[in-house]
């Protein structure tokens, strides 16, 4: 069955470093997202993407965050320069509408 | 703006038993999607189940069931026969039809499943 696949599985940064959370969606989907998940709390949105360039974001989704799909497989979230509340599960989503496909997560641990 | 609600932060039952998670959801839209998501330990999130809001009939997967009550915005959770396995954070979210864009989550409530 095809799956949504995330790597690194676990990723620890220092504070002001910069990130790139990979993801290759399933291969037929058309709209991919980011959504993370600080521990304890709502899984929230993040950025949403089609046709090559972003379709919806959260507030969240600030200059620090970019998402790119440089190879028509692979599609990232940098970070930019992390902060310690940037510490979270990080998960990758594609869509077959309606229903959303989840990879198994990178949790990002910034020290 | 519409939102989801979990008023269930735990819930608890006995194996083989029949249990029940709430979920109620806002919205002024007449056409969305409901969904109910499993996240168990590993912390991967897996579709349960999902509900188109123009079905009347209730979405069923084997033993997992919806009571999907649309004039009062509400969206249950059954799960029969329950099993060890089942124990798991479940999530209830909500997308407008209109879009493919996000999806808006509730706070999740914890199953945990007594032996």
């Known amino acids: 069955e095809p799956e949504v696949t995330q790597t690194p599985s676990h990723q620890v940064t220092q504070m002001g470093q910069e990130v790139i959370l990979r993801c290759v969606p399933i291969s037929n989907h058309l709209y991919f997202y980011w959504y993370r998940q600080i521990l304890g709390q709502k899984v929230e949105f993040l950025v949403s993407f089609y046709n090559n360039e972003i379709s919806e974001k959260s507030e969240i989704f600030d200059d620090q965050f970019s998402v790119e799909r440089p190879d028509g497989s692979n599609f990232t979230l940098k970070i930019r320069s992390t902060k310690l509340e940037d510490s979270a599960m990080y998960f990758c989503?594609?869509?077959?509408?309606?229903?959303?496909?989840f990879g198994q997560g990178t949790r990002l641990t910034v020290v | 703006a519409q939102t989801v609600t979990q008023s269930q932060p735990e819930m608890s039952v006995q194996e083989a038993e029949t249990v029940t998670l709430s979920c109620t959801y806002d919205?002024?839209?007449?056409?969305?999607?409901l969904f109910w998501y499993k996240q168990p330990p590993s912390r991967q999130m897996i579709l349960v189940i999902r509900?188109?809001?123009?079905k009347q009939q209730n979405a069923t997967e084997n033993r997992f069931s919806v009571n999907f009550q649309k004039a009062a915005k509400s969206f249950s959770l059954k799960i029969s026969d329950s099993q060890l396995g089942d124990a798991a954070m479940y999530f209830c979210?909500?997308?407008?039809?209109?879009?493919?864009?996000?999806?808006?989550w509730g706070a999740g409530t914890k199953l945990i499943i007594k032996p």
């Open positions: 989503a594609s869509s077959e509408y309606p229903e959303a496909f």
């Open positions: 919205t002024s839209e007449s056409d969305y999607y």
């Open positions: 979210a909500y997308r407008s039809a209109d879009s493919n864009y996000q999806l808006i």
């Open positions: 509900q188109e809001a123009y």
